[in-house]
Every structure is written in C-alpha cells, then in structure tokens.
C-alpha cells in the first residue's frame, strides 16, 4: 500500500490556468461590444402632463430620450435639424444631436440599409438576418433569449461544480490518512483511499517516478488506463477482475474495444513483468508504459473541449453585439423603430399592434393598416387590399413598394435640392383636425398619376411637393405619404406628430396592423413552417430512428397492462372454493357424508376404546370426555355412522346434512380440531 | 528447454490436433496443460464429442505410447494392472502387463467400472507405478491417464470416489459445440476426414516422449509471485468456508492450481504466472474436488456456479481496484 502524495488543497494548476484561459475569453466576448451603459447621464425631466407621448417617451426603453451618450444612426441624423430647442418630451435628444452634429454616430451595416430601405422602398435587413438568428418579437423573444441563457447557465453551473468536486477531492486526497506501505492492519487497510480520477492517478504517477518509485509509477499509470477505459464504459473495474478480464471486456465492446485490446494488451504485458516477473522496474520501463498510457486516456481532450467551449462562449458573446459597438436597445425603441407609435396608439384606445400574418388575410376587423418600407406587396395582395379598402379600411402607404409601381396612382420621387422639414397641411387636413403643425426630414415627395375615373386628393406638402395624397375608395380611403418618417418614434418628438398620427389612425374598428418586412412571413400550414425551416430532413431522419427504436425494442400493439400477479392461494381458499363447487353442485349429501366418515376416523384415532370398536362405546367414550349428554353424542355419531354407510339410505332434507356437518365440526373442534 | 521453446511446442501441438478436434479449444488447452503439469485429466460429457479422438490425436501428436481401456461393469482390476500368469512351458508365473503400461492411457467411460476397478488406476495414476503380487513396476514416463466418463446422471455410472477424483488435475467438461463448428465438423467429414483412421488425416508427430519430459522439466523455471500464492490459497480456502460447499478443495487442489498456471504461463510464452492464469483454470482444477451440501444440490447449486462465486469475491493481487 502505498502513501497518498499531498498536494496543497486548492484548484490544479492546470485547471487554473484553463480557468484563467475561459474567464478571458468570456471577458474578451463580453468587452468585444460595450455594455449599455448606466443610465449616469440621463436626463432629469418631468413628462408635460396631458402628452401622451410625453407620458410613453418617458419610458427609460426610449433611450434616445434619456441618455445623452446615445448614438444616432446616420439616417436618423436629419431628424436634429428639427430639434432646436430642449422638448421636455425627450429632454436628451438636443445633447445627442449635438454628438452627431459633431460626427458621433452608430455604425452599422443595417443602418444604412434602413435608410436605404427608407428612400428606396427596398426592404430593411435587420440585424438578426445578419447573425441569421430568429427574427421573434414580444413572449417569443423573451422565451428564446431566456433558453439560450438558461442552457448557459446550466452549463457553467456543471462546469464550476465539476471543479469544485475535484477541488474537493483533492482536499480529501491531502487530508486522507497515510497508510504504511505494508500494513496489514485491516481497518487501515479499509480507510485506505482506492483513487479512481485518471488526471491525478497519471499526476501520481509522474510523482512516484520522480521519487524513484518506478513500480508504484507503473501501477498508477496502468491504473490511469483502467480507470479511463472504465469511464469509457468499455470495461468494468472490480477487486476481483484480472487483466484477461479486461481484455476480454475490451473485445466485446465492438467497435471501439476490439480496436484498443493490442494498444492495452502490451501495457499489460509491460506492467505484469515487472509486477509478477523478474523484471526490475526501471525509468525505461516506467517511460514506455507512461508514453503508451498518455495516448490511450487521451488527456489532452479535456483541454480541447474546453477550448472549444470557451471559443464558441467567445464567439457568443461578439455576435451578440451590434456591429456597431455600442448597444442602443432593440431597434424597435430606437428613434426609427416604431415601438412609441404602437404605445402612442395603445395609449389612445386603439388596438394597434405589428402584423405578421400576410396582408392578403386582412379582415374587416381591421380599421387602419400602415404598410412601412420592405412590405412585401404583390398584385392579387394588393388587389385584397383594395377591396378590404372598398369596404371601409383605411390604408397608408409609406414609401414605394417595388411590385406595385404601375399599379397606384401616384409615384415616389426624389428633390434633388435639400427642403425644408415643415410640412403644411391643406384645407382639408385643417378641416379635419385643426391647425396641426408637422414636420419630417428628408426629400422625398409624391406626383399623382393622372388615372382616368380616379383622384388623389393633396392633404400635405412640403416645399410645395405633395408628401400625402388621399384616394377614396368605396367606403375607405388610401393614404400615401412620401416617406415612413412620420411612422417612427423619433417623430413623436417633433411638433404635432403625434397627434396626426394619433388622428390619421383612429377609426370606428380600433384595430391599427402595422406592417413591415417581416409580415407574412409566418408560415400559413406546418407543413410550409416545416419546409421553410428545413426540417423535413431532420424530421426524416427523427422518425426513422423511431422506427429503428420500436423495431428494436419492440412496439406495443393493443393496450398495455401489467400481467396477471400469479400468487399462492392460501390452503383455506382452496377448501372454500372446493366447498362453493360442491354447493353448486347441490352436494350436501355426498359432503355430509364424506364429513361423517372423516369425523369417525378422526374419534378413532384419538379415543382408545380398549377393543371395543362399536359406535356405542365411541359415543359413551366422546360423551364422557365432553360432559356431554350420552344420547346427544350416540344420535350424532349414530347419523354419521349411517350417512356413510349408505348415504342415499337416509331421506333427509339439505339442511338436516348441513347442521349434521356444522355438529360433527363442533365435537371435533372440542376434541382437538382436525389436526 | 526455455519457456519460449515451450510456448512454441505448445502452440504447434495445439493447432495440429485442433486440425481434427474442431470447436474443442478450451478442453485441448487444459488437457495439454494437464500434461504439461504431470497431472492426469478426467473428461466429462456425454458420448459423440469427441473425447476418444482427442486422446488418439494427443497420441499421435505427442509421439506418446497409447493405450485404451473401456471401462465396464465387469471390468476387472487385473483387466488395468495385468497379472501374473502360470506358464506351463518355463514352469513358472509370469507377469502379463496389462493395458495400463502405455504413457497415454485413455480410461473411457471409467464409471461404468465398480469402484473395485476405479481403484486400481489409484497407484498407478498416483505413484506411477503398478505393484502386483509384492512386485512394483514402474510405468513408462511420461504417463497420463485421460479418462472420460458420462455425467454422473446416466444410467448404469458409478460415481467416481473422492479419493480418486482428486488425483485427477483437472476436470474438463466437454460441452455440444455451437452450429456453425458442428457445420465445420461435417464440412471436415465431407473433405475426407475419417475419425477412425487418423494416419489417413496426416497428423504430424510434434513430440517425443523425451521431448514432453523436457518441457514438464521446463516448467521448473516458472516464476511464482507471493501474491500469486496468496490469490491462490485465498481461492481454494474460500471452498472451505463456502455455504453451499460441504466439503472444500484440499491443498493437493492449491498444488494443483499452481502446476497448472505454471503451465498455463509458459504455454503463452511467460516466465511467469499471472492472476489471469489461476482465475482461468480454477474451475477445472476444483469443480471435481468440491462436495456440494445436498440442500444446494436441490437447489440447482453447482460446482461450476459455487468457484465462480469464489472468484468473483476473491482479490486479484496486484490490482488497480483496491
């Protein structure tokens, strides 16, 4: 037996240097995008009371409006030109657009591709068709993000307790009692500790070797290859098994085992002729073991996994990150997104929400339908569309969608020449909803088709270029404007935005669907969700493995239940139930008298007569050792002795057999039973 | 002789006579190693497996004197031994020898025998000798009794006495071979192959009879570790202290256990004995050297069932699990 090396108590070394190896690469994940920062700058205001989009801005969601370390993209930089003076609505925009003035402004790929999308109509790439994952919004977000950091978690969770096990074990390994090397003291020999973690076993090795212990080196080392092979399922290690064992184990443990058995079988052969032979253990035998060991336990694929681990963790944590660099909340609450103006519209009593179903599925329930840039809009859409419109809807189209250029009546084009950002409504407009002041950035405006039977009606300008036109419709109306700007939340900063918005969108039905890119994307049947996604391989190939299971283990035809409990019946069943046939059988006499016969045996046997056998001097004998009356017994026996003589002799009822048999049970249960 | 000469010997008798005897290897291996420890081996299992054309074969191979007894009810003792008989011509008895002056002895189906005639392979399989009318003769070395006899279920079978059970090293059971050797068997036959005419399969002679004395000599040379004697007296002592064991394997069964492994360590070519080898021929060494208390016995216990318990509780020295 061998002494226990101490080790100082606390992680491996190598395990820290792997520990130290994950926390930066986590860290260098983590710091590859700034976190958002606190919300040290944010600006100290007061919503307007009154303002309903005060009241929604003042939401910390709208970071634009409170941190004025934010930054603009550079398609919502326009919008500053708007903003002279501090708007107690969002009291950090003027420090922000002051940053931007100054060139301070979020980079991002998909940013331009928004203004892009915004000027051109083509549709807007988000950030989440770069990183290619799911584009969710709302519970499904949260249900998604909330996985993948639950999975994290239990992840690391295993991680660190796994170490910690072994920080234990090592703990235990150090303070475990030393045993002499040759005790033959069994209690000692039963505190001894059987080592069993291949990492230190090999550790043990390495150290009895360099004490010059090359036997115990070779021991452990060997002892490293049973424990690995062990945890490998392939062998079972047991005080019993000998090597051949092993082996064996290995050979029935295709395909890996037979593979290992000429690998494992010369480190056996090495190790036995040092421990049962006459082979001194030396350095070279203990390096010829070691050396073939090492490759066999595999040592280094922990490290690799956990390379691998912290790599991928790495990588996690930079595609979690905008390109930019700086996290400025989901784009929905940014000063583009659309977020304020779904609140703004909730906060006015109206059902407004983002439309993922496709348009041409739009029912009368819907009262307002706001098509933003990246729609996707084909002819027979639009033709639902225009019918839907027909019976009383109310459609904005912001920006021009591409399929539907000849079709509508107006064209989107482009001032080559900056103009000026106020917006001036028409008659009609001021009819409708009072003198409104608007504004919006940017150069884009309308020219109405000249259609024969149909006519666009000019409700706002800008520069003197129409920026919304109106068609009638049936019962409903088509809005189109030049551009989406007034549809962002940016815009419910500016002037009376709001409540044009809040105006144009209301209607009788209440329920306001905004649409963009990702509308009608939801796959219609599971079948198309399952094309879509690409599924049908792996669905394939889950439902072949199933058949593979069921042909393996067998499938259940019919209903499942547990086999019928075949227990011993008691012997008193067994006579009960004999005793039911027989009264099926309405057997009373032929009971009665087999019962007699038994009874006078059973009186024989126990009471010497002395010679005399006859019934009489049963009866006199019975009566005496009972205290009995002599003529009560004497009619008894008298009966039995008749019943079985001739048992159809007697005429006799039923129940004269039955009270003949419950009487003879009587005397015999006085007598000592039927023992 | 050196213990690789003997592993090589050893491989080359095997595989020739596992030319004939096909699908048997674990009964050729023991019967070889029983040999080898100049020991004498007892064949279990009932008739047409083949336990006859393996000790022909062994006799061709080894280049050994063969002899056959078929033991009978009527057999006599001096049917084995010989005896002395009046030869009117010289005046005088004479010794006859009888069948057991060989140096491969088959006793076939030796509890068929009374136990009278058993007894008279006793001295000859124990001091290797015969003694008749006050005058011991020496048997021609080396000398190996293989006998065989049917399971003691059989009718007509005499059950061998413990005495002479242990004075056999090893007990092999020779069980049915599996389809596809059964179909290599007939597959042999189909070629040619005549059980009875052995000359006719061209099985070459190995050895001599000097050349299996050299390699029993050999065995001389096999080292022993002190745990391999302490692995085996912890087994043969657990026989002892088995429940189910009425009476455990005496030491002539640890004497036993070590020849062989020795055996069994030069035949693969090691100068030492493993665990491995004394786990491996444990149950061949005492299954036929345990008596089972009757109740077991009702209870389905055997042998084979009983020393497997034993190792499988017994320590393997030197092991990396305790």
Not at chain 1, 460 to 469: C, H, M, V
Request: charged share 25%; glycine share 8%.
């Amino acid at each position: 037996m061998r002494r226990a090396p101490r080790r100082r108590p606390g992680v491996p070394p190598h395990e820290f240097g792997l520990l130290v190896l994950l926390g930066l690469l986590l860290l260098g994940g983590g710091t590859g995008c700034r976190s958002a920062p606190p919300l040290s700058t944010k600006s100290t205001h007061t919503a307007p009371a009154g303002d309903p989009a005060a009241a929604i801005l003042d939401d910390d969601r709208y970071r634009f409006c409170h941190d004025e370390q934010y930054l603009l993209y550079a398609h919502e930089a326009p919008w500053c030109a708007l903003i002279t003076a501090p708007d107690p609505r969002c009291p950090a925009l003027p420090a922000i657009c002051r940053q931007a003035a100054a060139g301070h402004l979020a980079e991002s790929e998909e940013a331009e591709g928004a203004e892009r999308a915004l000027r051109t109509g083509e549709a807007a790439r988000k950030w989440w068709d770069v990183l290619g994952l799911p584009a969710l919004v709302g519970f499904g977000r949260v249900l998604f993000w909330g996985l993948i950091i639950a999975g994290v978690a239990v992840v690391l969770h295993a991680v660190v307790r796994h170490l910690r096990s072994r920080n234990k074990d090592d703990q235990a390994a150090a303070l475990a009692p030393t045993v002499a090397p040759e005790s033959a003291d069994p209690q000692a020999a039963a505190r001894r500790l059987v080592e069993t973690d291949v990492d230190r076993l090999l550790a043990r090795a390495q150290d009895a070797a360099a004490r010059g212990d090359y036997r115990a080196g070779m021991a452990d080392a060997y002892a490293a290859l049973l424990r690995h092979l062990e945890g490998e399922g392939l062998i079972r290690v047991h005080p019993s098994r000998t090597n051949g064992d092993y082996l064996r184990d290995l050979r029935d443990q295709a395909p890996r085992g037979p593979s290992l058995q000429p690998p494992v079988r010369s480190v056996i052969r090495e190790v036995e002729r040092v421990q049962f032979g006459s082979e001194e253990p030396s350095l070279v035998n203990f390096r010829s073991v070691f050396e073939q060991v090492v490759p066999l336990v595999g040592r280094s694929l922990p490290t690799l996994m956990t390379l691998a681990l912290a790599l991928l963790l790495a990588l996690g944590g930079v595609t979690a990150c905008r390109r930019g660099g700086f996290w400025r909340g989901t784009d929905r609450d940014s000063p583009s997104g659309t977020g304020a103006v779904l609140d703004l519209l909730h906060k006015s009593g109206l059902d407004a929400r983002e439309r993922l179903q496709a348009l041409d599925k739009v029912g009368d329930e819907t009262g307002a339908l706001v098509l933003l840039p990246g729609t996707p809009v084909d002819d027979p859409t639009w033709k639902h569309l225009d019918a839907w419109v027909e019976r009383g809807g109310r459609l904005v189209v912001t920006g021009a969608p591409p399929a539907l250029a000849k079709t509508l009546e107006v064209r989107w084009a482009n001032a080559v020449a900056s103009v000026p950002p106020r917006l001036t409504g028409a008659a009609a407009l001021a009819q409708r909803w009072g003198g409104l002041r608007l504004a919006a950035p940017g150069t884009a405006y309308l020219e109405p088709k000249a259609v024969k039977g149909e006519s666009v009606e000019v409700l706002i300008t800008r520069a003197g270029s129409p920026y919304a036109l109106r068609a009638i419709r049936g019962k409903g109306e088509i809005w189109y404007f030049a551009d989406a700007h007034l549809f962002s939340n940016i815009a419910l900063v500016v002037e009376d935005n709001a409540q044009f918005l809040t105006g144009l969108l209301s209607t009788q039905r209440f329920r306001v669907e905004l649409t963009d890119v990702l509308t009608g994307a939801a796959a219609r049947t599971p079948a198309e969700s399952i094309r879509r996604g690409r599924l049908a391989p792996l669905l394939l190939q889950l439902g072949v493995l199933l058949v593979l299971f069921f042909v393996h283990r067998g499938a259940a035809f019919g209903l499942l239940r547990d086999p019928p409990a075949r227990s011993r019946r008691r012997f008193i069943e067994h006579v009960q139930a004999l005793g039911q046939q027989y009264a099926r059988a309405r057997a009373a006499r032929h009971v009665a008298a087999l019962y007699a016969g038994y009874t006078l045996d059973r009186l024989r046997e126990r009471i010497p007569l002395g010679g005399r056998g006859g019934t009489i001097a049963l009866s006199e004998a019975v009566a005496t050792r009972l205290d009995r009356p002599l003529r009560e017994i004497a009619w008894l026996l008298g009966e039995a002795h008749a019943l079985r003589e001739d048992p159809h002799k007697l005429h006799r009822s039923e129940s004269d057999d039955l009270y003949l048999v419950r009487e003879l049970a009587r005397l015999l249960h006085q007598l000592g039973g039927t023992r | 002789m050196n213990v690789q000469e003997f592993s090589m010997r050893f491989q080359r008798i095997r595989a020739e006579v596992a030319r004939v005897l096909v699908g048997q290897d674990e009964v050729l291996e023991h019967t070889l190693i029983a040999i080898m420890a100049r020991g004498h081996i007892l064949l279990e299992g009932v008739p047409g497996l083949g336990k006859t054309l393996l000790v022909r074969a062994l006799g061709q191979v080894l280049g050994c004197g063969f002899k056959r007894i078929q033991f009978t009810p009527d057999l006599m003792p001096s049917d084995v031994s010989g005896s002395n008989i009046f030869n009117q011509r010289a005046d005088a008895f004479e010794f006859r020898p009888g069948p057991v002056f060989t140096q491969l002895l088959l006793a076939d189906e030796v509890n068929r025998a009374p136990a009278k005639t058993q007894s008279a392979l006793l001295e000859a399989m124990q001091e290797r000798s015969v003694t008749s009318d006050g005058v011991t003769r020496p048997l021609p070395l080396p000398f190996v009794v293989i006998a065989t006899q049917n399971p003691i279920e059989s009718q007509g079978t005499y059950p061998l006495p413990e005495a002479q059970l242990d004075r056999f090293l090893l007990k092999a059971i020779i069980r049915h071979p599996s389809q596809p050797v059964e179909r290599q068997i007939l597959e042999n036959y189909l070629q040619g192959f005549d059980a009875a005419d052995l000359v006719r399969s061209g099985l070459e002679r190995i050895t001599s009879d000097r050349e299996i004395l050299e390699m029993q000599d050999a065995l001389a040379a096999v080292r022993v570790d002190a745990g391999i004697l302490d692995y085996i007296t912890d087994i043969v002592g657990r026989t002892r202290n088995h429940r189910a064991i009425y009476l455990g394997a005496s030491p002539r069964a640890s004497i036993a256990l070590l020849h062989t492994a020795r055996a069994r360590a030069a035949s693969e070519g090691r100068d030492y004995v493993v665990p491995d080898d004394v786990k491996a021929l444990a149950q061949g060494v005492l299954r036929h050297r345990v008596v089972l208390h009757p109740d077991a016995e009702i209870e389905g216990a055997t042998p084979d069932e009983c020393i497997d318990t034993i190792l499988r509780e017994a320590t393997v020295p030197e092991t990396a699990a305790a």
